[in-house]
């Protein structure tokens, strides 16, 4: 069973400060996702990475692909209390219909 | 921008009683799925949905559960003898496409289910 790995489980920090999530598998992936979560909320896709090695930017949030699409990283810039949340990466177990998720990462960003 | 939507938003059940769980996916998705997510653990895959018929299920699916989509909009997660164990919030999500493309899902507000 493949398996996604995040860290660290919990962040808090001040707003302005900079911040990197980590997600780790030892298998192979096709494609990796990243969401974002708020209470009460379903999860909400920010970015989807294909490409190994691939950087993709959402306004201050920048999405990297491991080379050897084991990995992925998520950096935030500039935290604001708005990006508080749970961010989850999600890739498709191999040749299934089923998505795997992460362990999650959650944010909390003080003004 | 169409969206997934869910009903009941709270469901408390006491144990041993059926629940359904109702889903309305995005018109023009082809694939329908069921998540869990247990208070403070991660989302887990119950079932995915294709072409009227399971095409994938978790080991959490068991006999208690089954899906349908009875009438071509609405897609239902039923629970014939809820177990204190079941409680958790059910997510349903629909994608245009299998998610092995990189086809993102998009998942309803969820149902909280209380089992006492």
């Known amino acids: 069973t493949q398996l996604l790995e995040q860290s660290p489980q919990f962040l808090s920090i001040q707003e302005g400060e900079n911040l990197t999530v980590y997600c780790n598998s030892s298998s192979v992936f096709s494609s990796l996702q990243w969401y974002r979560q708020e209470p009460g909320e379903g999860p909400v896709l920010l970015v989807t990475v294909v490409t190994g090695g691939e950087v993709k930017k959402l306004k201050r949030l920048t999405f990297q692909f491991g080379d050897a699409r084991k990995d992925s990283s998520l950096h935030i810039t500039a935290a604001q209390p708005g990006d508080t949340g749970l961010y989850l990466c999600?890739?498709?177990?191999?040749?299934?219909?089923?998505?795997?998720f992460g362990t999650g990462t959650r944010l909390q960003v003080f003004p | 921008e169409p969206e997934v939507t869910q009903t009941p938003s709270h469901q408390v059940t006491q144990m041993g009683q059926e629940v359904i769980l109702r889903c309305v996916p995005i018109s023009n998705h082809l694939y329908f799925y069921w998540y869990r997510q247990i208070l403070g653990q991660k989302v887990e895959f119950l079932v995915s949905f294709y072409n009227n018929e399971i095409s994938e299920k978790s080991e959490i699916f068991d006999d208690q559960f089954s899906v349908e989509r009875p009438d071509g909009s609405n897609f239902t997660l039923k629970i014939r003898s809820t177990k204190l164990e079941d409680s958790a919030m059910y997510f349903c999500a629909s994608s245009r496409r299998t998610v092995d493309v990189a086809s993102p899902l998009h998942f309803g507000n969820g149902t909280r289910l209380t089992v006492t």
């Open positions: 999600a890739g498709p177990q191999y040749n299934t219909d089923k998505l795997i």
